[in-house]
């Protein structure tokens, strides 16, 4: 009994913690929004721009919950009655109890057997720098988490607003015909921006990569894998400086990228060709300010101190701010605009095309608060928190980065062009 | 992380809003303001820094708080400073004078005074 009211109080604390917590942060906005009516503003103008000014308001949320204790305090509430119940639960039915145990073994036996050999096959050597500290911004589309479903405005708005990554960098993928003195192929190709092999750390097998100056200037320069350069130029070590048509365009192929280096997509779908992207545009490579033109993959390096976590909490303020101030078309599906829903994912999760792998492990862990969730409703009778906090967290966009995982995602750079 | 984001010197973003609260009660945005006329608006806090700062200190017994109505007539929560708060200011106080005066004549030592 005592137990129970220890529970009720925790939850109610936390409740009227979080009440609290947004209503001050409203209450500031609002204070804010007055002032800058005062200098002229609109009413609505001022509430987009103090909600801006604020910043990262579900960072900061999180960052206040820290501050407070109540972090520590969800994260041990959470799981030592889980681990109680679980027991209690197990112990009760020894057969279940076996055969759970033996599904769950058998089943995380292959994941890891399948994890090691994608890692052993496709991130053997890889070439990005400490690439577990690099970071995709996936999009939420019609209910599926997309990768490059971001438009150039929204990229300058959020390259200017996020502190998360210390260098963020934008790409687009096209399918130009490539001449080299073999033959003319079609092949998977990317338009980048100046900060993109300086953000992976990629280094140049020959020659030197893309740079900001190439960027600025639009320059006609091509990067080529080491693959192609090996299987269409024969390894030419004098190939920097030549020039290749592409779709028809002369460019300079100024450098050869490192061996395993190839683009953001895994092996299958290898980029063989880099390009500034403001030289795409004759290319098939959009630069278009609509907002509403969403093409470019956006990806990161976090900055020291940084995780996924906090930069999908900061991206999902970021996206927020945006959803009010530009609105997406309407869902289809469900009423009113579809939101930006911005989440961080580690490039090496992004790249591996693993929904398998993340989906059997939240059956694994749904397995586990199903076993404790039977107990606790009949048993204990205490509110099943744990779980109910989970669902409450899928409408809150700070919490996608750790709910949004288990649903499906695409991992086309182009998705849009196959709508 | 408040500290590095607002580019003020790690901890003093603390006395600053123990000094500002020092000088009557005031809520988050209020705060914010009376640290901009404090500094002459050198110094610019981030505004959302400024929250995980105040429940920081809360939780130190620091500051008390309290909701009540702001001059603009809205619903907002005060903080004001508590006996602890106060003796943690004056101590804070102290030593960044004193810390000021050593770094003043470390940096005004001219060669003849070695």
């Known amino acids: 009994m005592r137990a129970l009211r220890a529970i009720i109080h925790s939850l109610w604390k936390r409740a009227r913690f979080e009440r609290e917590l947004r209503e001050e942060i409203r209450a500031h906005i609002e204070h804010r ?134 260098s963020i960098t934008a790409s687009a993928v096209f399918f130009p015909a490539i001449a080299s003195p073999s033959t003319t192929e079609l092949m998977r190709g990317e338009a980048v921006d100046g900060a993109y092999f300086q953000t992976f750390g990629v280094r140049p097998a020959l020659g030197r990569l893309i740079d900001q100056q190439d960027v600025a200037q639009a320059s006609a320069v091509l990067v080529i894998s080491q693959s192609l350069w090996r299987l269409r130029f024969g390894a030419d070590p004098k190939i920097v400086g030549q020039i290749a048509a592409i779709s028809g365009r002369p460019f300079e192929i100024i450098g050869i990228a490192p061996k395993n280096f190839e683009g953001l997509a895994h092996k299958f779908k290898a980029a063989r060709i880099w390009i500034p992207l403001s030289a795409g545009p004759r290319n098939g490579v959009s630069r278009s300010p609509d907002r509403n033109r969403p093409h470019l993959v956006v990806a990161g390096r976090l900055a020291a101190g940084a995780s996924v976590e906090l930069a999908s909490a900061e991206l999902a303020s970021i996206g927020a701010n945006l959803d009010v101030a530009y609105p997406r078309p309407a869902d289809p599906k469900a009423s009113g605009p579809q939101s930006r829903g911005w989440v961080a994912k580690s490039l090496t999760m992004s790249m591996m095309g693993c929904n398998e792998l993340i989906l059997v492990t939240s059956e694994v862990r749904l397995e586990l608060v199903t076993v404790g969730r039977g107990q606790r409703h009949g048993a204990s009778g205490a509110a099943g928190c744990h779980v109910d906090e989970v669902c409450v967290a899928q409408s809150e966009p700070a919490e996608l980065g750790r709910c949004a995982v288990a649903g499906p995602i695409d991992h086309e750079g182009d998705w849009w062009r196959k709508r | 992380m408040a500290d590095e984001q607002s580019g003020i010197l790690p901890g003093t973003l603390d006395l600053l809003i123990l000094k500002a609260v020092s000088l009557g009660q005031l809520h988050g945005y209020g705060i914010l303001l009376r640290v901009q006329q404090m500094t002459g608006g050198s110094l610019t806090v981030e505004q959302g820094a400024l929250y995980p700062a105040l429940y920081r200190l809360d939780r130190q017994g620091l500051l008390d708080t309290e909701w009540g109505t702001s001059d603009n007539n809205r619903r907002a929560k005060f903080y004001k400073l508590t006996a602890a708060g106060r003796r943690r200011l004056r101590e804070q106080t102290d030593g960044w004078n004193r810390m000021v005066g050593i770094m003043g004549s470390a940096l005004n030592t001219r060669p003849g005074e070695v």
């Open chain 1, 33 to 166: 929004a007055d002032d800058l009516v005062r200098e002229g503003q609109t009413r609505r103008e001022a509430v987009q721009r103090a909600r801006v000014e604020f910043g990262a308001i579900e960072a900061y949320k999180e960052q206040c919950r820290e501050a407070s204790g109540l972090g520590v305090l969800r994260f041990v509430n959470g799981f030592s009655s889980d681990l109680r119940l679980a027991g209690r639960r197990l112990s009760a039915a020894p057969l279940f109890t076996a055969f759970a145990t033996l599904s769950l073994a058998i089943g995380l036996s292959v994941t890891t057997v399948a994890y090691s050999l994608v890692s052993g096959v496709f991130f053997q050597g890889y070439a990005i720098e400490d690439e577990d500290r690099i970071a995709v911004v996936l999009t939420r589309w019609e209910g599926k988490l997309v990768n490059g479903g971001i438009s150039t405005p929204d990229f300058y708005d959020l390259r200017e607003t996020q502190k998360s990554f210390a």
